[in-house]
C-alpha cells in the first residue's frame, strides 16, 4: 500500500527534475545562439592568436585561486543565513550567478546566485549577494586608488589630488561601514 502511495510522488519529482534539467538545456542553448550570433569567430581566432601567451596563462592559472576565494567568500555570507548550505549548493548558485552575470548589463545577473539556495529566503540570499558586490566594490577602490595615486600622482598637483584621496578614504570608510554592520541595510 505505501509503494502505491509513493508512486505519484515520485514521478512528480521525476518530471519536476526532467523539467529542470530541460530548462537548463534551453538556456544553456539560447545563451550559446546569442553568443554565436554576436562574436564573430573570425576576429575573435585572429585576437587570440595576436596576444601575448604569458599574460593569458598567467591569468588562467590566477582565476583557479581567484573562484576559490569567490567561492569561499560567497559560502562564508551564505552560511550566515543558511548555516547548513552544502558546498555543492553554494558553489552551484556562484557559477549560475556568474553565468547570469555575463549576459546581463551591469553584471546585475550575478544577484540571481540568491535564487539557486534552497529552503531559505531568497531576499536574505539576495542581501548577502549585495554585501558581497559591496565588499568586491570596496577592494576594488582601495586598490584602484592606490593605482591611481601612482599613475596621476606624479602628473597632479596636491591641492588637486587631495580631494581624489579624500573622496576615496570617505568612500572605502562608508563601505567597510556597512560591511561591518549589515544591520544597517536591514533598517532600510
Known amino acids: 500500500m505505501e ?27 539560447a545563451v550559446m545562439i ?12 585572429t585576437a587570440f592568436s595576436s596576444a601575448n601567451m ?12 581567484n573562484i576559490y576565494i569567490q567561492f569561499y567568500k560567497w559560502r562564508y555570507l551564505v552560511r550566515l543565513v543558511k548555516p547548513g548550505v552544502s558546498n555543492r549548493e553554494t558553489f552551484n548558485s556562484l557559477l549560475a550567478g556568474f553565468t547570469f552575470g555575463f549576459i546581463t548589463p551591469g553584471r546585475l545577473g550575478e544577484f540571481g546566485r540568491a535564487f539557486f539556495i534552497k529552503d531559505c529566503p531568497w531576499v536574505q540570499v539576495l542581501g548577502m549577494a549585495f554585501m558581497d558586490k559591496l565588499f568586491s566594490m570596496a577592494v576594488v577602490t582601495f586598490w584602484g586608488a592606490i593605482g591611481l595615486m601612482y599613475f596621476v600622482g606624479k602628473q597632479l ?20 561601514y556597512i560591511l561591518l554592520r549589515p544591520e544597517i541595510i536591514r533598517s532600510f
Not at 519529482?13 to 534539467?21: D, G, N, P
Not at 599574460?55 to 590566477?62: E, F, G, H, K, P
Open 3 to 29: 509503494s502505491v502511495e509513493t508512486a505519484p510522488k515520485a514521478r512528480k519529482f521525476i518530471s519536476k527534475r526532467r523539467l529542470a534539467y530541460l530548462l537548463k538545456l534551453i538556456i544553456a542553448a
Open 54 to 65: 604569458y599574460c593569458i596563462s598567467v591569468a588562467l592559472i590566477l582565476l583557479v585561486p
Open 34 to 45: 546569442m553568443l554565436l550570433k554576436r562574436v564573430n569567430v573570425h576576429e575573435l581566432l
Open 157 to 176: 598637483y596636491i591641492y588637486t589630488l587631495a580631494p581624489i584621496i579624500i573622496f576615496t578614504l570617505i568612500t572605502l570608510v562608508v563601505i567597510y
